[in-house]
């Protein structure tokens, strides 16, 4: 059975089409009629990222050309009669040819498949050749930033500087290919999921156990500015799950993304968790805490007092529908990189938690132009301040 270096191009391409559409190492190996361990060297070597096709530069002499220099050869053509006929510079057939052993050795398709060999060499990437570039870049990911928002971040620092610019695919190969190494690879252990290679996208939904509770408004009568996020104020949250029952909550701000994280140390029954909501929210301007959106979870059964006590219009989700609350379902999956699944959270003071979203809130995100969280709920904050000095 082939061991990876000795898979033929067509099972590496299987095995790069089938991890594109979500499959598992051991069902690719079991499609593929391979070990588990196979596929999963083969995906390590290059660190979850396929490789980049090999092409051919038009510069560079074709097999044909190097055929019909062997042709001209046995003909007693010389070298500057083969370089009319190729429409090619003189010299740059005699080089050739002394390259691959002078004329009486000269083979077309031994040539060619050395030239193959020698352009295997990896060209310097541009964090390779930028040190300064490089070390904001490291920085960066000790901050916990992704590479999408250091990337945006760069084009935003630096609007007119080419050299300070980087795309996230490039910070990606050099975190995980490991024939770049330009970055340190236990950088990795920085990004959401720490991974030590890349894993396709696939698509899940998450099971929801759903509890009957009375009184619920439905997402579908929430006013139309709390859709366009034109208006502040409009929360959502959800309960982040831990070992053993525990949990905290989290609540995000649909306007800025800016989150903040609630301890639940009485356990995450609904008085706690609306108690602990109230004392959370509480804490912001009233112009900041308009409504929240909730999914249907028992936790929430006491939205009505909730609601009376802290000044917040409660709207609940249809059923198995996470999507409706997108921002906070991708703010859970960022906390993951802090806690993860399966990880208890009953020793996870309110404390901790600040810290948490602190990171969470001073990172520069794409979908706020690469701004980050704190900075935009300032700026609101700042804004209602300086419209009360005003009256």
């Given at each position: 059975m082939p061991k990876g270096h000795g898979l033929s191009e067509a099972t590496k391409d299987g095995i790069w089409e089938l991890r594109s559409e979500g499959v598992s190492d051991r069902e690719i190996g079991r499609r593929l009629g391979l070990p588990r361990g196979t596929v999963s060297n083969h995906l390590a070597r290059t660190g979850g990222i396929r490789p980049r096709a090999r092409r051919r530069p038009e510069r560079c002499l074709s097999l044909e050309e190097r055929e019909e220099i062997s042709r001209g050869i046995a003909r007693g053509h010389s070298a500057r009669a083969i370089a009319r006929a190729l429409g090619r510079s003189h010299t740059t057939i005699v080089r050739e040819i002394n390259r691959c052993g002078g004329r009486r050795r000269y083979r077309a398709h031994a040539a060619d498949r050395e030239a193959w060999r020698r352009s295997r060499r990896p060209r310097p990437t541009k964090l390779e050749l930028c040190p300064e570039l490089r070390g904001v870049v490291d920085e960066r990911l000790q901050e916990d930033h992704s590479p999408?928002?250091?990337?945006?971040?760069?084009?935003?620092?630096?609007?007119?500087?080419?050299?300070?610019?980087?795309?996230?695919?490039?910070?990606?190969?050099?975190?995980?290919?490991?024939?770049?190494?330009?970055?340190?690879?236990?950088?990795?252990?920085?990004?959401?999921?720490?991974?030590?290679?890349?894993?396709?996208?696939?698509?899940?939904?998450?099971?929801?156990?759903?509890?009957?509770?009375?009184?619920m408004v439905m997402i579908s009568e929430r006013p139309p500015e709390v859709d366009s996020r034109a208006v502040p104020g409009h929360w959502e949250g959800d309960l982040l799950m831990g070992g053993r029952t525990s949990a905290?909550?989290?609540?995000?701000?649909?306007?800025?993304?800016?989150?903040?994280?609630?301890?639940?140390?009485?356990?995450?029954?609904?008085?706690?968790?609306?108690?602990?909501?109230?004392?959370?929210?509480?804490?912001?301007?009233?112009?900041?805490?308009?409504?929240?959106?909730?999914?249907?979870?028992?936790?929430?059964?006491?939205?009505?007092?909730?609601?009376?006590?802290?000044?917040v219009e409660v709207y609940f989700c249809d059923p198995r529908s996470p999507w409706q609350r997108g921002s906070n379902e991708n703010t859970n999956g960022l906390l993951r990189q802090y806690f993860p699944k399966g990880e208890s959270l009953a020793g996870v003071g309110q404390e901790r938690l600040d810290e948490v979203a602190e990171k969470l809130n001073g990172r520069p995100r794409e979908t706020l132009g690469f701004a980050t969280p704190a900075e935009k709920l300032a700026e609101l904050i700042d804004g209602l301040n300086e419209a009360g000095a005003e009256r």
């Open positions: 999408e928002q250091i990337a945006g971040w760069f084009r935003l620092r630096y609007p007119d500087n080419e050299a300070m610019h980087v795309s996230h695919e490039t910070i990606y190969r050099a975190l995980y290919v490991q024939a770049r190494g330009t970055l340190r690879r236990e950088l990795t252990r920085h990004l959401r999921r720490g991974r030590s290679r890349r894993y396709a996208r696939s698509q899940s939904s998450k099971g929801q156990g759903q509890g009957k509770l009375t009184g905290i909550a989290t609540l995000v701000e649909r306007q800025t993304r800016y989150c903040q994280l609630v301890a639940l140390p009485e356990g995450s029954g609904a008085v706690e968790v609306c108690d602990a909501l109230k004392q959370s929210i509480t804490t912001l301007p009233a112009q900041l805490r308009r409504s929240l959106t909730w999914d249907q979870g028992s936790e929430m059964s006491e939205h009505r007092r909730f609601s009376v006590e802290a000044g």
